[in-house]
């Protein structure tokens, strides 16, 4: 059973960070990029069908360099297993004792896998499941075959996912629909504390009493546009967040054509860019520092962006033009907390069901629906979240034909 950590001694030193081994080859990279959006791929062959891993240059049987990355079948059986007492590793040492053992998968190749505790002794059945490790590779993790209500707290298995129950979680607009969905959402998935950012407070708004009435709730002025602001909620909060959902956003219907002079875009820019990177500027180095703070350590950074960020959508051009810029940003601070270990969850929606798409048909994304998929990816440990049916159709045409997307955007 998972339990609550204990209070952190202020006088302890907090562990530095180490880090899995994380060298990979460029082709190794296909797995993490299916890993990143919690797809479980291996390489295929095109010619003779096999399924092989790891990765490599030409088919182990047929020689073919036509191999393409394709889902495949979880299934398989332990083979063999072995618990490491010692290791080399210094991330291996910090976690030690760990179960490790051999999967033959179902669709042909034999794997070194993770062991969840729960995975009975060999021979037996599993689920594999390809996750993402703290230095953000790609590896593999065998599961029981069957779902079981308490298996994210397995212990090794949290090492790779960002499971917001018993974590500090802080929400950075509580005003928006979206905002109060995800509070909700994560006091369901029994995160310890949630403090919920609302700009403007002398303005009470629509579900500030429900906000309030939670109690694992604590509500803070919070404005990214302000600079000082950001630095002193920071201050204050910031060696404690383990888990930061960036959801402030501004979101006005225009182009360019449609609207004279700047002001609308740049206040798109000042909250959507410049207020993630305030947020990055004053609460990326704390969360940095707390990477292994034992099982209480900084986790997960979310940004939500938008389906936009991939294409712009001139009915709402400035709009995209500022999540595009948010995503690039995004990268960067991805970049600069692996080494902490500390994963960054980018989010791209669709249509949100909200005040500024009204205009738009169906389907659009509801932002309860919205949130469960957040507090998901955190528990299953992806990287990249493309939440609903409008953006997984976008990914697949973006993925397919960039020039494409962007021509069906603007018709
Ligand atoms: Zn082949």
């Known amino acids: 059973m998972l339990e609550r950590p204990k209070r952190k001694n202020p006088v302890l030193r907090t562990r530095l960070p180490t880090l899995p081994p994380a060298a990979r080859s460029r082709i190794a990279l296909g797995l993490t990029a299916a890993a990143a959006l919690g797809r479980f791929e291996l390489q295929q062959c095109r ?53 490790l053992g051999l999967v033959r998968l179902d669709c042909g190749p034999t794997v070194v896998a993770h062991l969840h505790e729960r995975v009975p002794a060999a021979p037996s059945r599993v689920n594999v499941d390809v996750k993402l490790d703290r230095a953000g590779q790609a590896v593999m ?99 404690k967040v383990d888990i930061l959902v960036n959801n402030a956003e501004l979101h006005r219907t225009y182009g360019i054509a449609n609207r004279p002079g700047i002001d609308t875009a740049r206040a798109e820019m000042d909250v959507n860019y410049f207020g993630l990177l305030r947020l990055a500027q004053e609460f990326g180095p704390p969360m940095r520092s707390r990477g292994a703070d034992g099982l209480a350590s900084a986790v997960a950074w979310v940004n939500v962006l938008s389906i936009y960020a991939l294409a712009n959508f001139p009915a709402h051009g400035t709009f995209s033009a500022s999540k595009a810029a ?69 990914l697949a045409r973006w993925r397919d034909n960039p020039k494409a997307l962007e021509r069906e955007m603007s018709a």
Request: with cysteine; net charge negative.
């Open 47 to 99: 010619a003779c069908g096999s399924v092989q891993y790891p990765p490599r240059e030409a088919c182990r049987k047929c020689l073919s360099t036509q191999l393409a990355w394709r889902a495949q079948p979880r299934g398989g059986e332990l083979l063999s297993e072995t618990v490491l007492h010692h290791s080399n590793d210094l991330f291996f040492r910090e976690r030690l004792p760990w179960r």
């Open 141 to 239: 993790v065998a599961l029981p075959s069957e779902e079981n209500a308490n298996m994210a707290e397995d212990r090794q298995l949290r090492e790779f996912t960002c499971d917001p129950r018993f974590r500090k979680v802080l929400v950075t607009d509580g005003k928006s629909l979206l905002g109060q969905s995800l509070v909700h959402a994560f006091a369901k998935a029994q995160a310890e504390l949630i403090w919920v950012g609302y700009a403007e407070p002398w303005k009470k708004f629509a579900g500030f009493a429900e906000l309030k009435a939670l109690p694992q709730v604590t509500l803070l002025p919070l404005d990214v546009t302000d600079s000082k602001n950001v630095r002193e909620v920071a201050g204050e909060i910031g060696g």
């Open 326 to 394: 948010a995503c690039s940003l995004a990268q960067c601070l991805r970049a600069e907390m692996r080494p902490a270990g500390v994963r960054v969850i980018d989010v791209f929606p669709g249509p949100i069901d909200d005040e500024w798409n009204q205009l738009l048909p169906p389907p659009k994304l509801a932002p309860a629906t919205l949130a469960a998929a957040v507090v998901k990816a955190l528990q299953e440990g992806v990287e990249d979240l493309y939440p609903g049916d409008v953006a997984q159709e976008w």
